[in-house]
């Protein structure tokens, strides 16, 4: 089974940056898409990024595209997500996912998850 961890969240000020990674177990991990959700108290979790096997191909949820990047590097099993300009409502618990199919990832589906970080913005 894929086992998924994340780490990176923490406190921020608006307009920092933060970098999320997720690291990933598993043989044949390397082969299988990767994405990001995010999840705030009272709300539905919600689509940021996801990625292709290869890195080929990079999705982003239309109102975080170009303050987002989503990158992995198979070597070391593991995906990042690159946070710039936060702001407010970027607080939220951030998931790594995966899934053996991009597109049912990006919809929202996932065959694995991991336990989440918390990621917070003062204003």
């Known amino acids: 089974q894929v086992q998924l961890v994340e780490s990176g969240g923490g406190l921020v000020q608006a307009g920092g940056s933060l970098r999320l990674s997720c690291a990933a177990s598993g043989r044949t991990l390397s082969y299988y898409p990767m994405g990001w959700f995010r999840q705030a108290p009272g709300k539905e979790r919600e689509f940021v990024a996801a990625?292709?096997?290869?890195?080929?191909?990079?999705y982003y949820a239309v109102s975080l595209k170009g303050r987002f990047t989503i990158s992995r590097d198979n070597a070391k099993n593991t995906v990042y997500l690159q946070m710039n300009s936060l702001k407010s409502e970027d607080t939220a618990v951030y998931y790594c996912a995966t899934d053996t199919s991009l597109n049912r990832l990006r919809s929202g589906g996932a065959g694995g998850w991991g336990q989440g970080t918390q990621v917070t913005v003062s204003s």
């Open positions: 990625i292709s096997w290869n890195g080929g191909s990079t």
